[in-house]
């Protein structure tokens, strides 16, 4: 489909998503002008009192400076993604196509997840989040009674890759699905041109103004990449686009691992049900992470929220048998350690197998 300005659909939120990540330090900065704003309209003693404030403020205008100034490292490869489709537009005229309205968000969140996949402040949430799936990867792999290189893992809801990459460094076939462009881009730049360990610092919680002790537990700082992503590796491979029109091929995968993912759905049966055709006979679905249902809230999305309890059947209606499962394993995600709020999920962590008739000696007629 071809929009106004001849640019197709695609490569017009393309370029609205490069917009939106060059906007970051202009958008994030307003935010800041409009607490002056307001601060210039109270009574003088107020803002005499307020001084310090002040001077925190103007702290954060640095640290937000000190994040802009990732961003065009980031776009300047952001076009030759996905065999150079979007090369072509690197010098297209970009202000023919606006920002996201609630793209700046996505921006800053992609500081967190930074955060959380590749430095070493986020190790303790990797340790509770990733950690359970790769040792079950590995405890159903073992290196000594299989070829790894064969065994092919899909991660879909990859983020920024850090689980994908993991499970591809210990020798798996591995690869990565994620659908938030935001994403996409800030992981290629991360994977493949990142250098050096520590190479970047970033402040991940600037744009969080509340529950702040002292401006400085907002300008908590972390040094990102914890590990040099371009050491070789098993084979590893990130795809991008939504994960139930990618995957339709039944029978592929010996393992599907996801982390904090299937709550993305608007009807998490889909998803099960996917993971169950894509998986080899025989296969393990490994899961991790809460149902906060993300489409839930969202006005006019057809959302379904089923409990555990009847997520549970539903595994066992579609044909998977669930070998072992926990609830309440605790664990974080993107969180400041210095917040005076403090979100730790109970979550549930579960290893479903897809069974093999032929092996059990059970046929169709
Ligand atoms: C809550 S995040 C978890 C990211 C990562 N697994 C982690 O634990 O840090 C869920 C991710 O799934 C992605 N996602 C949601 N629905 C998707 C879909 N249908 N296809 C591909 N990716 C999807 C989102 O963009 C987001 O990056």
């Not at 996949?117 to 073992?142: H, K, M, T, V």
Request: net charge negative.
């Amino acid at each position: 489909m071809e929009s106004n300005n001849g640019v197709t659909e695609e490569r017009a939120y393309f370029l609205s998503v490069i917009n939106t990540f060059k906007s970051y330090r202009e958008q994030s900065l307003k935010r800041i002008q409009n607490k002056e704003c307001s601060i210039a309209t109270l009574p003088y003693h107020h803002k005499k009192w307020l001084a310090k404030y002040q001077e925190d403020l103007d702290k954060l205008k640095q640290c937000i400076d000190k994040n802009a100034e990732f961003i065009p490292l980031v776009l300047q490869h952001a076009y030759n993604m996905f065999d150079n489709v979007y090369s072509s537009m690197e010098t297209a005229p970009t202000d023919e196509v606006g920002t996201l309205s609630e793209g700046i968000d996505k921006v800053q969140s992609v500081f967190k997840q930074l955060m959380r996949d590749w430095s070493s402040l986020g190790a303790s949430e990797r340790q509770q989040c990733y950690s359970p799936i790769i040792e079950e990867i590995e405890l159903n792999f073992p290196e000594d009674s299989c070829d790894r290189g064969e065994v092919e893992v899909l991660v879909p809801g990859a983020g920024l890759g850090r689980l994908a990459f993991e499970i591809a460094l210990r020798g798996f076939k591995c690869q990565g699905n994620e659908f938030n462009l935001f994403m996409l881009i800030v992981s290629f730049h991360v994977l493949n041109f990142c250098k050096k360990v520590d190479e970047f610092l970033i402040y991940p919680w600037i744009h969080q103004y509340c529950n702040n002790i002292r401006v400085e537990d907002q300008m908590v700082s972390a040094r990102f990449p914890d590990i040099k992503p371009t050491t070789p590796r098993g084979n590893f491979s990130m795809t991008a686009g939504d994960f139930l029109e990618v995957y339709t091929a039944g029978n592929e995968w010996h393992c599907v691992a996801t982390c904090f993912f299937i709550d993305c759905a608007p009807n998490v049966v889909q998803f099960i049900e996917t993971i169950y055709d894509i998986l080899k006979p025989g296969g393990l679905w490994i899961n991790l992470g809460p149902l906060l249902y993300h489409y839930s809230d969202v006005r006019n999305e057809k959302s379904i929220e089923p409990s555990f309890q009847v997520l549970c059947d539903v595994i066992n209606k579609v044909g998977f048998d669930m070998v072992k499962y926990r609830t309440g394993v605790k664990t974080k995600y993107c969180q400041n350690p210095f917040s005076m709020l403090q979100y730790e999920y109970d979550s549930v962590f579960f290893v479903c197998r897809k069974p093999d008739m032929l092996a059990n000696g059970v046929s169709d007629n």
